[in-house]
């Protein structure tokens, strides 16, 4: 355990190099000078080179780099934007970074808690009406994108408040109400892998010796079920869980910019079309870095969960 | 990602297997053919490409431009319009076929660069290992570093924004083709170099090479036909994910503009006007779900097919 963990450290910092470093390159080799279309039709030399001088951009581009990391580990200044007077990227990322948290991890959530339970449903009817129709349901569902999925479930929902039934809002933040579609559409694909997935292995743990026996014993199914062979049934859809998180952070690109949430993508989309490179660059970094730990703490979490797993 | 446990099975070289009178070549034709869903993911393959070819020569409506004489924005299905219009007034139908140009295209294009950079670079790392395949692995780790699509919105945003409308709208295609194959090809280099890594250790490699085969000869003639089959469904399987990745690019306003077609634009727009004519979302959804169920049936099939175990 040690010996992995030192071993995923140095893995750590060489990936959170070459994140920073590329994010970095990329928004700097933009086409076109950043200050004059900041200035536009207000060009004049002296304010010209102030603003170069207060973004950096007079500096050798290698110690811009690393003045630009160094900002950022010691005071978590991500620099300034070009745009709205140059607020601090920082600021921006902090009142968006909670919207994304809030629905991607209950995405996230939503998926294992409504994938899982369907998985071993469908495992222990196998072959069964039920185990073909839930799994026939979740191909469908992993197969049709989230913004095919949005109009679907938007469109019912518009109809429903068209005829007066009950119906949820379909735009803009704030409300418990307004997450929840986001939230569902956002999900989707996760569940049906997950579910697919905990059925694949559910069915092979079921074929066990150890199952055999608890049977033999005499224990209720639902006992060898819920008891046996569900814990190390999971053990897959942990290591499936990094992939998932990082699937998730497309899905938000486009969940938060079709529903006007105002997130890390909403931010980092608007910033693109305004070349606002300083908060697209922020908002890629963050995202990636919270991505890579969090796949670290599930390759973590797997190792703890099953002591088999020697170096 | 493009289709549950998808990675491609090893399949290796297998010799002396076939039955008499039947090749290699036939049997796993004959495998793919047993199978009812590749079958039916290849008829309607064919049919998309067809649409996709010759749609836009017969249906002759604009898919840039609306009909200045009967404006007529949102309608629905009608003989004039088959598809009905969107909320410009053009012919949805008319969008869907040069979108589904798009599609294709963008697809083919990005399978056929990670080919050309994802399978040279995975034979070089699997059989020469050492340093060449250290380099990979750093290159690799560092793309995948970023979840997703993020380096590809960050990479067709950013140069996106200078390029305009450069080549008719195609300047912009190939900015989406690069940044897919470059966020991919890291995949097909590691499916290529795990596949090399086991063949390079095969006695008939042995042999060659005790007879005395150039290294070149023996990457090219006796290694690199045996990735075929894997490269194939690999690329099969891909292409439903990056069908869906163009869609996403332009509907996020990354990829395809306006006035240009693409089905992910397509969908940005309809879902404004969900509220008055839900066909404008319905059928270009309807058509990517069937490029990926597609892909995926025939991606899946392959995969049965090729895998040498189902042949015996």
């Known amino acids: 355990m040690i010996v992995f963990l030192i071993r995923r450290f140095f893995g750590l910092i060489f990936v959170l190099f070459a994140v920073t470093f590329l994010t970095f390159l990329i928004g700097h080799a933009a086409p076109g000078d950043p200050i004059q279309i900041i200035l536009g039709f207000h060009y004049d030399p002296a304010t010209y080179h102030r603003l170069r001088h207060f973004y950096g951009l007079d500096q050798p581009l290698l110690q811009q780099y690393v003045q630009y990391v160094w900002y950022i580990i010691r005071y978590w200044n991500f620099g300034y934007s070009y745009q709205y007077g140059g607020r601090p990227v920082a600021t921006i990322l902090g009142t968006a970074l909670p919207v994304t948290f809030t629905i991607g991890l209950s995405a996230l959530a939503l998926a294992v808690v409504i994938g899982v339970p369907v998985g071993v449903y469908a495992a222990t009817k196998r072959n069964q009406t039920g185990d073909r129709l839930s799994m026939a349901a979740m191909l469908v569902l992993y197969s049709v994108p989230s913004f095919v999925l949005i109009p679907l479930v938007v469109g019912v929902d518009i109809w429903l408040s068209q005829h007066r039934y009950p119906s949820l809002p379909v735009a803009n933040w704030g409300t418990v109400q307004q997450a929840v579609l986001p939230i569902l559409v956002l999900s989707a694909g996760t569940i049906a892998y997950i579910a697919r997935l905990t059925r694949t292995t559910m069915v092979g743990m079921l074929r066990e010796d150890f199952i055999r026996t608890a049977r033999a014993k005499g224990l209720t199914r639902r006992r060898i079920v819920l008891g046996h062979a569900l814990r190390p049934a999971l053990l897959p859809v942990v290591t499936f869980l990094g992939p998932a998180i990082a699937g998730l952070v497309t899905g938000t690109f486009v969940v938060e910019n079709i529903f006007n949430l105002p997130g890390v993508g909403f931010a980092a989309v608007q910033s693109i079309e305004s070349r606002d490179y300083p908060v697209v660059q922020g908002a890629t970094i963050v995202v990636a870095v919270i991505v890579v730990l969090m796949n670290l703490l599930a390759d973590i979490l797997y190792r703890v969960l099953d002591p088999r797993i020697q170096e | 990602m493009s289709a549950i446990e998808s990675a491609p099975e090893a399949s290796g070289p297998d010799f002396g297997n076939a039955p008499a009178g039947r090749s290699r070549r036939r049997l796993i034709w004959l495998a793919f053919a047993g199978n009812r869903a590749a079958l039916v993911g290849l008829g309607g393959l064919v049919v998309l490409i067809v649409a996709a070819i010759v749609g836009p020569m017969v249906y002759t ?28 007034g053009i012919d949805i139908l008319a969008r869907l076929l040069t979108g589904l140009r798009v599609s294709l295209g963008v697809a083919l294009f990005v399978e056929l660069l990670n080919v050309l950079i994802g399978v040279p670079i995975g034979l070089a790392a699997g059989y020469f290992g050492g340093p060449i395949d250290f380099a990979l692995s750093r290159i690799a780790d560092a793309l995948f570093a970023f979840p997703g699509l993020l380096l590809a919105i960050l990479v067709a945003g950013v140069f996106g924004q200078g390029l305009g409308d450069t080549w008719g709208g195609l300047g912009r295609l190939a900015l989406v083709t690069a940044s897919l194959a470059l966020v991919s090809w890291p995949l097909m280099a590691r499916y290529v170099r795990a596949e090399v890594l086991s063949l390079r250790e095969r006695d008939y490699v042995e042999a060659a090479r005790a007879i005395g085969a150039s290294t070149p000869r023996i990457m090219l003639i006796h290694i690199a036909p045996n990735v075929v089959g894997l490269v194939l469904t690999a690329s099969t399987l891909d292409m439903a994910s990056q069908v869906v990745n163009e869609a996403t690019l332009s509907l996020l306003g990354l990829g395809v503009q306006p006035p240009h077609a ?41 995969r049965d097919a090729l895998d040498p175990r189902s042949l015996r």
């Open chain 2, 262 to 302: 693409s089905i992910g634009l397509m969908i940005s727009n309809a879902i404004g006007v969900l509220n008055i004519n839900w066909t404008e979302s319905f059928f270009p959804g309807l058509a990517l779900t069937m490029m990926v169920l597609c892909f995926s049936f025939v991606g899946d099939g392959l």
């Open chain 2, 61 to 88: 409506q604009s898919a840039a431009a609306a009909d200045i004489f009967s404006l007529n924005p949102d309608s629905w299905p009608a003989p004039s319009h088959l598809l009905g219009t969107d909320k410009d």
